[in-house]
């Protein structure tokens, strides 16, 4: 069983690596409909979140700084519930029904981001 179990370390980064892609291959159309219309230069914020999303995933993989990158994986989603689906959420609507389930998802994954810093990240020499 704990071999098992022990496949979640290899699996969870997985969809992070494949959002980051995503990011870099639908741009645009991320940066169209994903990002608030209030923040600036909207097409940065998605490389810029594209690339973090990459770079946990690595982290992750390797084993190197892997408690920091989960830490700031965790803040990211944690944000991104706040200043993305809960506006989005709250708004009613048609939207309503798919940012609550996005606000759900994120909030869990930020979740487990926050266990994998506590439990299973190795690198601990940036964050204590």
Do not use: C
């Amino acid at each position: 069983m704990n071999a098992f179990l022990s496949l979640g370390r290899w699996i969870y980064p997985l969809p992070f690596a494949v959002f980051g892609l995503m990011h870099f291959m639908s741009a645009q159309v991320m940066a169209d409909y994903v990002v608030p219309s209030y923040m600036p230069v909207k097409i940065v914020w998605v490389f810029l979140s594209g690339a973090g999303l990459i770079a946990a995933a690595v982290s992750m993989y390797i084993g190197k700084y892997d408690k920091l990158a989960t830490t700031l994986l965790a803040l990211f989603l944690l944000l991104l519930v706040l200043m993305v689906h809960l506006p989005g959420a709250m708004a009613g609507g048609e939207g309503a029904q798919n940012a609550t389930s996005m606000l759900l998802k994120d909030l869990g994954l930020a979740g487990a981001a926050m266990l994998y810093a506590t439990h299973v990240a190795k690198d601990r020499s940036i964050i204590g």
